[in-house]
């Protein structure tokens, strides 16, 4: 969408300077002071620790309690995490959620979605906040109604300005005086610890819809990319997200980054969280799968080969099939756990039955398992 200057909504002069000012304080005062002064390591480390929490604060605390109510959190970790939304300075959560869920309703509309990547890093990134783009639903928090009942919401919502200035300068002046490194402090925790929080966060919207695969969801520019999950507290697996945004995690693979999943997970754990919503493992499975056989049949049909009506007849047939026994091995699985569950509740002694159900539910297992390499050996030939 190309706007003329007649058309373009004005300008946010206070969003521009305070992006800008902050920006050219970051770039410019650290490094000098770095070279003429120096950093305490003390101060280096406060810095790492503020700016993880502004980042936690938003993933684990805007976007996944809040926005997407994946997980149900303790009052006092709520609390928590408005005070370091405010210290992040990325509006307030009840404005900020509203935003975003309206992103995911109409995610690439360049008319309906407040960042849409469809108009460019450079829009999606950060020029959205600078003009009124949205002015006409500023106050408008219909889609938000379940977070208006939230005490520490609403108390955020309307003491935001308050907060923003007791964190921003409260924060970094009181660890300049307890290090002893006041400028440095300012520098740092104040400038530097704010620009890397605002631009890490802002990739999710730019990076994360153009960088990346898509092994769940094709339907929108949502991309995966372990970079951008490394640099976004493990946001970056963002075509999985979109796929399924409930879920309390973005990553599922045990080796892949994603230390927001880590901080909920753990605070289950210990009675801070609970509720923890997650996909349906044969539901995942089926989107991985639906989007394999669209892809390969896709290459199929560009492809210069002999007996290419056979070799689409082949796939469509493993894939009805693998769906098949994807069916059949789940609705055992959930037999067998549901039996399980009332034998240990005492409520079912354990039986003849229940070895049977036991012994089909280990070999429906195994023919899964084989059906699964089958499948992802037949899909390879035309990746």
């Known amino acids: 969408m190309t706007e003329s200057k007649e058309t373009k909504p004005r300008l946010i002069w206070l969003n521009i300077a305070v992006f800008s000012i902050t920006f050219l304080i970051a770039a410019i005062g650290v490094p000098l002071y770095a070279y003429f002064v120096g950093f305490q390591l003390s101060t280096i480390i406060l810095a ?6 502004c980042g936690l604060s938003i993933t684990a605390g805007y976007h996944r ?6 997980y149900e959190a303790n009052p006092v970790v709520r609390f928590i995490f408005a005070i370091g939304g405010a210290f992040a300075l990325q509006n307030s959560i009840l404005h900020w959620a509203s935003d975003h869920r309206i992103h995911h309703l109409y995610v690439d509309d360049n008319e309906k979605d407040p960042y849409s990547a469809k108009r460019g890093f450079w ?12 002015s006409q639903r500023y106050h408008d928090y219909q889609n938000v109604r379940d977070l208006q009942r939230d005490p520490i919401v609403m108390w955020q919502h309307k003491h935001y300005l308050l907060l923003v200035l007791l964190t921003n300068l409260g924060i970094p002046f009181l660890l300049g005086f307890l290090t002893g490194d006041f ?3 300012v520098l740092l925790i104040g400038f530097l610890r704010l620009v890397v929080s605002h631009h890490v966060t802002f990739f999710i919207n730019s990076l994360a819809h153009m960088w990346g695969k898509q092994p769940y969801n094709d339907k929108n520019t949502a991309k995966d990319n372990a970079i951008v999950a490394l640099l976004t507290y493990g946001e970056g697996y963002h075509n999985f997200h979109h796929a399924f945004q409930y879920d309390y995690r973005n990553a599922i693979k045990w080796w892949q980054f994603d230390p927001t999943k880590w901080l909920i997970k753990t605070m289950s754990w210990v009675g801070l969280a609970s509720n923890l919503k997650k996909v349906r493992e044969e539901k995942l499975a089926k989107s991985i799968a639906m989007l394999q056989f669209k892809t390969a049949k896709k290459r199929l049909i560009q492809l210069n080969m002999r007996n ?3 070799a689409l007849l082949k796939i469509q047939q493993e894939y009805e099939n693998f769906l098949l026994k994807m069916n059949e091995y789940y609705q055992l699985k959930k037999e067998w756990l549901e039996l399980n569950l009332e034998i240990k509740k005492g409520q079912l002694a354990e039986n003849m039955e229940n070895n049977k159900l036991t012994q089909r539910y280990k070999e429906l297992k195994q023919s899964w398992m084989k059906q699964q390499k089958e499948w992802q050996s037949l899909i390879h030939q035309y990746a």
């Not at 790492?48 to 929490?53: K, M």
């Not at 309690?65 to 994946?70: I, T, V």
């Open 183 to 185: 400028w440095g402090a």
């Open 308 to 310: 290419k009506e056979e």
């Open 123 to 134: 829009y999606s990134h950060i020029g959205w906040m600078l003009r009124e783009y949205q």
């Open 65 to 70: 309690l809040w926005s997407h109510r994946a």
């Open 48 to 53: 790492i620790l503020a700016t993880g929490f």
